[in-house]
């Protein structure tokens, strides 16, 4: 019987199975089959051809004596997996699957059998909230695996056998509570590439470590617990990614580290880091350099020296400054100074001339040098929630800037500076607003103290017509009273954001935004819209809570790609009677 009639078969057991309320479901594409009942043991070895099975075992906590047995028949299994949160053990059979290559199990409330061992052939197991606190020693013997993920067990240690799998080139350990240490034997694994340790109780590295001399990239999230790292990492010639996340007892990053010549992603957090790292200087090939959610107060003019950084992430320190030395880093393409205590940059980041990205959000600048301008290749700059008042100007000479995120609650002038951006693609201009219902109100009177002048809003919006390219625009939180009819122009708009304003109706030529994707304009003084809205072909979100609204235009129901509605907190009395025959529509909030 061929594989498709093997498929016709089942499922008329499963319309069978169907009437007596259970569930199972058939792929005869991929020749694999999601079994939720071990009622259904009968019929699982009459497809010989299978490859993939799922169990999903809910009500069961063993499975029938019968089915270890028609589990072995499926000689042709490539992948197994069991979602099992009721079941306390698996049959002993399951070393016969031969050919299995892929065995996944969640929620097991027993141990694995011994027989795992078993599986000659299996080259990933993920194995995911188990409850043993011990893995059989047999599970050395998968002289194949390839990949081995434990994650949210209650496993106490690792059995030293594990230094038995010859081949084994990942290792993931996550959010395994009670894991407290690895296996000396660890260092045996002579071909892994990838050791990720995070969130486990581990207290201690072991120094057999230092041996795997093909770890490329180490991954490791300490406990507070965690104090220090073993010398012998020092050995890892051939690492290429480093990151380390300390807890808040740990002391030191060990100068050996300065010996990993090849490594070209560093990343340590977790503020313990009140200076910068000396072994930092020795890494000669570092590419990417992360030290962010740290206590660093200051930069040494010596960061200068790592000519082959491409990216300095530096965000959530204590920042007060940044040396001129920055200058020097002619290579570097993302720059990350966001949540620091910065008041002015040097002129000498006007040399950064392949920087693509430039984010300073949240410090305490109140104006950029005017180099910043000279930022040619610059495609992304985030200034939000700073001190500016104005822009650099002319701005013309930044032809590759893309997205550009400001916060108008400081600015004094836009005068020139905006429209000159024949790239910008994306532009922010919307004040950080909370949703939160009971501040609103306060939100709301003391951004109107600090924005725009009505003069400086006309700048702006002149200024915006002009982006011809623009696909998403927020002018969220602004005081803005009206839209002009020009906007109408930006034919490749996606997304406006017009939330947090004293909008009391939209222009007509909004219609003529045949691209927009997402309009949000709740929070508003709106009264009606105008019937054009119903031309907005491509309209998927469309956001009107908390308005004045009275009614709603009966083109709206010519939003045929219409998906989501929001229209609380308004007047109305009623809908469009067009809405009803909408096909699309899945979610209105009345």
């Given at each position: 019987m061929g594989f498709e009639d093997q498929v016709e078969h089942l499922q008329g057991v499963l319309r069978m199975l169907y009437r007596n309320g259970f569930g199972l479901a058939i792929d005869g594409n991929k020749k694999s089959l999601e079994l939720k009942i071990p009622e259904f043991v009968p019929e699982i070895s009459q497809v010989t051809d299978l490859v993939e099975l799922s169990l999903r075992i809910t009500r069961a906590n063993s499975l029938p004596d019968a089915f270890g047995c028609k589990l072995a028949e499926l000689s042709q299994l490539r992948t197994l997996m069991i979602n099992a949160s009721t079941l306390d053990s698996l049959p002993e059979s399951i070393g016969e699957l031969q050919q299995l290559q892929r065995l996944e199990i969640i929620e097991l409330l027993g141990p694995l059998p011994d027989t795992i061992g078993e599986l000659q052939n299996l080259e990933r197991l993920r194995l995911r909230r188990m409850e043993a606190e011990s893995f059989p020693d047999s599970i050395g013997r998968l002289q194949n695996l390839r990949k081995l993920e434990i994650a949210s067990s209650q496993l106490l240690s690792l059995p030293e056998t594990i230094g038995g799998l010859k081949n084994l080139e990942e290792l993931k350990l996550y959010?395994?509570?009670?894991?407290?240490?690895?296996?000396?034997?660890?260092?045996?694994?002579?071909?892994?590439?990838?050791?990720?340790?995070?969130?486990?109780?581990?207290?201690?590295?072991?120094?057999?470590?230092?041996?795997?001399?093909?770890?490329?990239?180490?991954?490791?999230?300490?406990?507070?617990?965690?104090?220090?790292?073993?010398?012998?990492?020092?050995?890892?010639?051939?690492?290429?990614?480093?990151?380390?996340?300390?807890?808040?007892?740990?002391?030191?990053?060990?100068?050996?580290?300065?010996?990993?010549?090849?490594?070209?992603?560093?990343?340590?957090?977790?503020?313990?880091?009140?200076?910068?790292?000396?072994?930092?200087?020795?890494?000669?090939?570092?590419?990417?350099?992360?030290?962010?959610?740290?206590?660093?107060?200051?930069?040494?003019e010596s960061v200068g020296r790592l000519q082959n950084l491409r990216m300095l992430n530096l965000n959530k320190n204590k920042l007060r400054s940044v040396p001129h030395s920055i200058g020097a880093l002619k290579n570097l393409r993302e720059l990350y100074l966001e949540s620091n205590q910065l008041k002015t940059l040097p002129d000498s980041i006007g040399g950064l001339k392949n920087l693509r990205e430039l984010n300073l959000k949240d410090n305490r600048l109140e104006t950029l040098p005017d180099v910043i301008k000279m930022l040619s290749n610059l495609e992304e700059l985030n200034l939000e929630e700073n001190r500016l008042i104005f822009l650099p100007q002319p701005m013309n000479r930044l032809k590759n800037l893309v997205r550009l995120s400001l916060d108008m609650t400081a600015f004094k002038s836009f005068?020139?500076?905006?429209?000159?951006?024949?790239?910008?693609?994306?532009?922010?201009?919307?004040?950080?607003?909370?949703?939160?219902?009971?501040?609103?109100?306060?939100?709301?009177?003391?951004?109107?103290?600090?924005?725009?002048?009505?003069?400086?809003?006309?700048?702006?919006?002149?200024?915006?017509?002009?982006?011809?390219?623009?696909?998403?625009?927020?002018?969220?939180?602004?005081s803005l009273k009206s839209i002009p009819e020009t906007i109408g122009g930006l034919t490749e708009l996606q997304v406006l954001d017009l939330t947090y304003n004293e909008l009391k109706t939209l222009p007509n030529s909004i219609g003529e935004l045949k691209n927009l994707f997402a309009l949000k304009m709740g929070w508003n003084e709106i009264e009606s819209l105008p019937e054009s809205v119903g031309e907005l072909s491509n309209l998927c979100l469309l956001d009107l809570s908390h308005c004045r609204l009275k009614s709603l235009p009966q083109s709206i129901g010519r939003l045929q790609n219409l998906i989501a509605l929001f229209i609380p907190g308004n007047l109305l009395d009623s809908l469009p009677d067009s809405l009803k025959n909408s096909l699309i529509l899945q979610i209105i909030i009345v």
């Open positions: 959010s395994n509570e009670s894991l407290g240490s690895l296996p000396d034997s660890i260092g045996m694994l002579k071909k892994l590439k990838e050791l990720v340790v995070s969130y486990n109780n581990i207290t201690s590295l072991p120094e057999s470590i230092g041996q795997l001399q093909n770890l490329r990239v180490f991954k490791f999230y300490a406990d507070n617990n965690f104090r220090s790292l073993p010398e012998s990492m020092g050995k890892l010639q051939n690492l290429w990614q480093l990151k380390f996340f300390g807890g808040e007892d740990f002391h030191f990053m060990p100068e050996i580290l300065g010996q990993l010549k090849n490594l070209r992603d560093l990343s340590v957090g977790a503020r313990h880091l009140k200076s910068f790292p000396e072994f930092i200087w020795q890494l000669d090939n570092l590419r990417r350099l992360k030290l962010s959610d740290n206590n660093l107060e200051s930069l040494p005068a020139g500076g905006i429209g000159a951006l024949n790239s910008l693609r994306v532009l922010k201009v919307g004040a950080s607003i909370s949703d939160s219902f009971s501040e609103v109100a306060d939100l709301f009177y003391e951004l109107r103290q600090q924005s725009l002048a009505d003069n400086e809003r006309e700048a702006l919006l002149e200024s915006i017509k002009q982006l011809k390219n623009l696909v998403s625009l927020d002018l969220s939180g602004n």
